[in-house]
């Protein structure tokens, strides 16, 4: 009996082998892909039906607004998203910044001093300019990219987040609500909100994950898109000091200290940087806060501004600071839902940073003077407010589901949409 012996072929003849990391990023792809597939998908949909319907409403609403590209106009209905803010982050993209104080000639009243671009923080123009010239887009269609990518990588976030406390079908309707939540018209606009919402949500989930640097880096980031950072870094901080207190599990003090402590570092340093920066330029060790005041009418007021809106508004007077009645009763309705939401939260025992993150960026807003109207804008980048909701929500079928969340999406191009950019000053 003959014995057959199997021999590789030799070198250069047969099948040729597969590297490895090829082999193995085939499967890891698919994974992805299964994974995290609904979730782009339920995001995608909803947004693109609300957009639909957004951009239906400009489009019959035909010359509403002045043919300036600043306050909105332009040659195209969707000139509109690249307005107010986007504006300013396309002048800041194509000129950089100029942080100095100049009076408007002939000014009278509250603003007295020409609005500057330095308000604005630098990541969302740099990603933006960069993207325009690695693709030859204009700054619009930059921007537009870089809010529609970050959109989705912000979804991701959301889901990921709460799926760790409510499992797969509540991060999947996490991901839903952000997409018909209201002020979720700025997500595919020229505006940083997207980018903030994304680095905000993976920064709690690495924090909720314990990977510190991660973290660190993450939120250093978000400071150099959004002031409200602050409350990011507050978060973080908490959450280092709390994991300190975890049992040790054999791993040694030193080591347990040394990475949360190395994020709380690195957090805020974007932020601070940036600040520095404005303050150095303009000369004055608070000039980032008074060219808030100055320029923008922006500033701390303990919360005088939003009181006088919420006693006002239930009794038909619209005769405070920047009033813009439609906007206004759909920021009040936004202000009133953030209390009941918040309670549902905490009766979830969430980890610390969603706690921290979510209260101050509340107090952040609510204690501050600006257009009332954009407080929807304002709050939504709070997305543990989500959780609770979603967890509620799970328990529906597919069907009820979808006929939720789609009717919401459909809504949520007249209340997110076109009331926002068309009716008001986003």
């Known amino acids: 009996m003959s014995t057959v012996e199997l021999?590789?072929?030799?070198?250069?003849?047969?099948?040729?082998?597969?590297?490895?990391?090829r082999r193995e990023f085939g499967p890891r792809l698919r994974g992805a892909a299964v994974r995290y597939g609904p979730v782009l998908l339920t995001y995608g949909v909803l947004k693109l039906a609300g957009f639909a319907v957004f951009m239906y409403l400009l489009d019959s609403a035909g010359d509403f607004r002045k043919k300036n590209p600043r306050f909105g106009g332009g040659e195209h209905a969707w000139d509109v998203l690249a307005s107010w803010d986007g504006w300013w982050y396309q002048q800041i993209a194509r000129h950089g910044y100029d942080p100095a104080l100049e009076p408007v000639p002939g000014a009278t009243g509250l603003i007295t001093l020409e609005g500057n671009s330095a308000a604005f923080f630098p990541l969302y123009p740099t990603l933006m300019r960069l993207v325009s010239e690695c693709t030859g887009l204009g700054?619009?269609?930059a921007g537009m990219t870089v809010s529609v990518i970050a959109s989705f990588v912000a979804a991701l976030g959301i889901y990921a987040v709460t799926k760790q406390l409510g499992g797969h079908r509540a991060g999947l309707v996490a991901a839903g609500l952000w997409a018909v939540w209201p002020g979720s018209g700025t997500e595919w606009s020229g505006y940083s909100e997207s980018?903030?919402?994304?680095?905000?949500?993976?920064?709690?989930?690495?924090?909720?994950?314990?990977?510190?640097?991660?973290?660190?880096?993450?939120?250093?980031?978000?400071?150099?898109?959004?002031?409200?950072?602050?409350?990011?870094?507050?978060?973080?901080?908490?959450?280092?000091?709390?994991?300190?207190?975890?049992?040790?599990?054999?791993?040694?003090?030193?080591?347990?200290?040394?990475?949360?402590?190395?994020?709380?570092?690195?957090?805020?340093?974007?932020?601070?940087?940036?600040?520095?920066?404005?303050?150095?330029?303009?000369?004055?060790?608070?000039?980032?806060?008074?060219?808030?005041?100055?320029?923008?009418?922006?500033?701390?007021?303990?919360?005088?501004?939003?009181?006088?809106?919420?006693?006002?508004?239930?009794?038909?007077?619209?005769?405070?600071?920047?009033?813009?009645?439609?906007?206004?009763?759909?920021?009040?309705?936004?202000?009133?839902?953030?209390?009941?939401?918040?309670?549902?939260?905490?009766?979830?025992?969430?980890?610390?940073?969603?706690?921290?993150?979510?209260?101050?960026s509340y107090l952040m807003v609510m204690t501050t003077q600006q257009y009332f109207g954009n407080v929807s804008r304002y709050l939504l980048p709070l997305f543990p407010l989500f959780i609770p909701l979603a967890l509620a929500m799970r328990r529906l079928n597919w069907p009820s589901l979808a006929a939720v969340l789609g009717t919401a999406a459909l809504a949520s191009g007249s209340y997110a949409g076109y009331v926002l950019f068309e009716l008001g000053v986003p």
């Not at 070198?11 to 990391?21: D, M, T």
């Not at 209390?339 to 549902?344: E, K, M, Q, R, Y």
């Open 195 to 360: 980018l903030y919402t994304a680095l905000a949500a993976w920064t709690c989930h690495a924090v909720m994950s314990r990977r510190w640097l991660t973290a660190g880096l993450l939120t250093c980031a978000a400071g150099l898109c959004r002031p409200t950072a602050v409350t990011l870094v507050a978060a973080l901080a908490v959450a280092a000091l709390l994991s300190l207190r975890r049992p040790a599990d054999g791993v040694r003090l030193a080591d347990r200290i040394r990475r949360p402590l190395a994020a709380v570092v690195i957090a805020p340093l974007g932020l601070f940087c940036y600040l520095a920066w404005v303050n150095y330029r303009m000369g004055d060790i608070n000039g980032y806060s008074k060219l808030q005041d100055g320029a923008w009418a922006h500033k701390f007021d303990w919360g005088v501004h939003s009181f006088n809106v919420l006693t006002s508004i239930p009794v038909g007077h619209f005769d405070y600071l920047f009033a813009m009645p439609f906007l206004d009763v759909i920021g009040v309705c936004v202000v009133l839902m953030v209390p009941v939401l918040t309670v549902l939260l905490l009766r979830l025992r969430p980890p610390a940073v969603l706690v921290v993150y979510t209260l101050l």
């Open 7 to 21: 021999r590789r072929p030799p070198s250069g003849l047969g099948s040729p082998e597969v590297p490895r990391g």
């Open 139 to 141: 700054l619009y269609g």
